[in-house]
């Protein structure tokens, strides 16, 4: 079945510090690519999202950088605060014509002071 | 406030029992899903809903069932619960349209001894 692919799983960087995390979709007619942050214990909660028809998204701090030659997108996140700290999922839409999301596995980051 | 909600946020249970999940939006959304999810894990689906009368299972087989009498509403059931159940489950929802955001709820942790 269709899978994505996250790396790294655990990433920890001092504050200021830039982190970046990558993914990859192995469905071709993927088009919709969230991303979810989730702090311990709550809910995940959008912070950007990204369409097949852009390459990149920037929404202060963060972007989002989309190669779908290769099936690859990936975050990055500039000037980290401990805020940041949270584990982060990336995920890619199911076919063409689906809601359906298929996750990674995850990447806990973590932003020491 | 439009949001997500779940209900119990935790529940223990022992072995054999049935129990249900309740899952309801004032997001005024048509589609709705339930995810697994295991402690800083990925989310895996289980079930979804384009709309009232329509109920689709996920990539992930589950022993669970839902049901769809009104939009607002998504039910999970568990008809004879297992140690195996132990997990988080999460309700979302999203527009109809093409794929976007989903919103989810808070989440019931679930124990089965």
């Known amino acids: 079945g269709e899978n994505v692919e996250q790396h790294p799983s655990t990433l920890s960087v001092q504050e200021g510090d830039s982190a970046v995390i990558k993914c990859t979709y192995s469905?071709?007619?993927?088009?919709?690519f969230p991303w979810y942050k989730q702090e311990l214990g709550k809910r995940p909660q959008l912070i950007i999202d990204?369409?097949?028809?852009?390459g990149e998204k920037k929404d202060q701090r963060i972007a989002v950088t989309l190669n779908k030659t290769a099936k690859h997108f990936s975050l990055h996140i500039t000037e980290t605060q401990p805020e940041d700290s949270a584990v982060y999922f990336c995920?890619?839409?199911?076919?063409?014509?689906?809601?359906?999301?298929?996750f990674g596995t995850g990447t806990l980051l973590a932003v020491q002071p | 406030e439009a949001d997500i909600y779940q209900t119990p946020r935790y529940l223990v249970i022992g072995t054999g029992k049935k129990i249900t999940l309740e899952c309801s939006q004032t997001?005024?959304?048509?589609?709705m899903y339930w995810y697994q999810q295991d402690p800083g894990m990925e989310l895996h689906l289980i079930h979804y809903?384009?709309?009232?009368?329509?109920?689709e299972k996920g990539d992930l087989s589950s022993e669970s069932t839902v049901s769809r009498i009104r939009t607002e509403h998504f039910p999970l059931t568990l008809e004879s619960a297992r140690p195996s159940h132990t997990s988080q489950y999460l309700c979302?929802?999203?527009?109809?349209?093409?794929?976007?955001?989903?919103?989810f709820g808070p989440g019931t942790r679930l124990t089965v001894t």
């Open positions: 979302a929802s999203s527009t109809s349209g093409r794929a976007g955001e989903q919103y």
């Open positions: 469905d071709s007619a993927s088009n919709y």
């Open positions: 990204i369409r097949s028809n852009v």
């Open positions: 995920a890619a839409s199911l076919g063409r014509a689906t809601n359906k999301l298929i």
């Open positions: 997001m005024g959304h048509d589609k």
């Open positions: 809903s384009y709309g009232v009368n329509s109920t």
